[in-house]
């Protein structure tokens, strides 16, 4: 069974940090295009950041230069790095893997990608 477990969101003030750990267990990171996404109540679920199968990485532009987007292969595991963080960055992040071989732009274009973790709340407070 394939689960994406995302946990690290939580509230903090304007200007702040959070690094977000998605665990995957069933897959192998390395094998998958990944990334993640957000969505705020009423609004369409957007993408992130997301690495595609060839390791490239492609950012929203309004987190270019404050998110960053990684993975460890040895932990199986996800990360995305929020510096900077405004009022506008507050949503559910999710964590998403697909084995289809997509672009970094791809994957996080695709809605209907193949696996989604449960999400962790972000809310960032002035």
């Known amino acids: 069974e394939v689960q994406l477990v995302e946990s690290g969101g939580g509230s903090v003030k304007v200007g702040g940090s959070l690094k977000l750990t998605c665990r995957a267990s069933?897959?192998?990171?390395?094998?998958?295009?990944v990334g993640w996404f957000r969505q705020v109540p009423g609004k369409e679920r957007e993408g992130v950041s997301c690495?595609?199968?060839?390791?490239?990485?492609w950012y929203q532009n309004s987190v270019k230069d404050r998110f960053t987007l990684s993975k460890d292969i040895a932990k199986n595991t996800l990360y995305l790095q929020m510096n900077s963080l405004n009022p506008e960055d507050t949503a559910v992040y999710y964590c998403v893997a697909d084995p289809t071989e997509y672009s970094d732009y791809e994957v996080c274009n695709e809605m209907h990608l193949e696996y989604w973790g449960q999400g962790t709340p972000v809310t960032v407070s002035s």
């Open positions: 069933g897959l192998l990171v390395e094998d998958y295009a």
């Open positions: 690495m595609g199968r060839d390791g490239d990485v």
